[in-house]
């Protein structure tokens, strides 16, 4: 069975700062992978995806992810950050086979709190 | 472009009455459709998903039901809710059969129940 482990619940950070949320999955099969970010009483909206080839994905808002096959990681990373990022960031993994119900598996969340 | 629609955004309900969301997409056909809880500390936790008209899987076994009348509707009910059915629910669609393709939210609807 697939998982999938957030593995801070909270992450406090100054603006203008780096940050890294971690992600780690299991998994015996290929997998895709996803990052969403949820804002206050709202659904969740696409950050980005991995599928294939480059290991390194850029997404919106200016966050980037990096495939780790080996590690079965796929963390994401803001050189610097803004006030409005502050938010919850899930991470979730799709089971790569064909004839899929495109379930995910998300992890259980990380609230990240960007203070000035 | 496609969209999706929850409604109602928020409901304060007493133990013991029924419930009924709902959930619409516009924009693309025989879309997969999802329904999830979101609790709190406790991650988003899929209910239901519907990958055609009238055909509903459960993923875990509750006090809630789904319905998918049409191809682009799907609802969430109960006949008389519990204290534990208080939550965020969060109704989603993704592109028919395949697996790597993102699921896409609707804004939610906040449940609590009194």
């Known amino acids: 069975a697939q998982s999938v482990t957030q593995l801070d619940s909270q992450v406090p950070v100054f603006e203008e700062a780096p940050v890294e949320l971690r992600c780690n999955y299991s998994?015996?099969?290929?997998?895709?992978l996803f990052w969403y970010v949820q804002y206050p009483n709202q659904g969740l909206q696409l950050l980005l995806k991995?599928?294939?080839?480059?290991?390194l994905v850029k997404g919106i808002n200016g966050f980037e992810a990096e495939f780790n096959k080996s590690q079965t990681s796929f963390h994401l990373r803001k050189p610097s950050v803004h006030i409005s990022d502050t938010a919850e960031y899930f991470c979730?993994?799709?089971?790569?086979?064909?004839?899929?119900?495109?379930?995910?598996?998300f992890g259980k969340g990380t609230k990240l709190s960007v203070k000035p | 472009s496609q969209t999706i629609h929850q409604w109602p955004a928020t409901l304060v309900q007493p133990v013991g009455s029924p419930l009924s969301l709902e959930c619409t997409v516009e924009?693309?056909?025989?879309?997969?459709l999802y329904w999830y809880r979101q609790a709190a500390g406790r991650g988003l936790q899929l209910l239901f998903y519907?990958?055609?008209?009238?055909?509903i899987s459960s993923e875990v076994p509750q006090n809630l039901s789904a319905s998918r009348p049409q191809d682009r509707q799907f609802i969430l009910s109960s006949k008389k809710l519990l204290l534990s059915d208080s939550g965020f629910y969060l109704c989603?669609?993704?592109?028919?059969?395949?697996?790597?393709?993102?699921?896409?939210f609707g804004d939610g609807t906040r449940l609590s129940i009194l």
């Open positions: 998994s015996s099969v290929s997998v895709y």
């Open positions: 519907s990958v055609g008209i009238g055909q």
């Open positions: 991995y599928l294939s080839g480059s290991t």
């Open positions: 979730a993994v799709s089971r790569n086979y064909g004839g899929s119900q495109g379930n995910l598996i």
């Open positions: 924009g693309t056909s025989n879309p997969n």
């Open positions: 989603a669609w993704s592109v028919t059969r395949s697996s790597n393709q993102p699921q896409h």
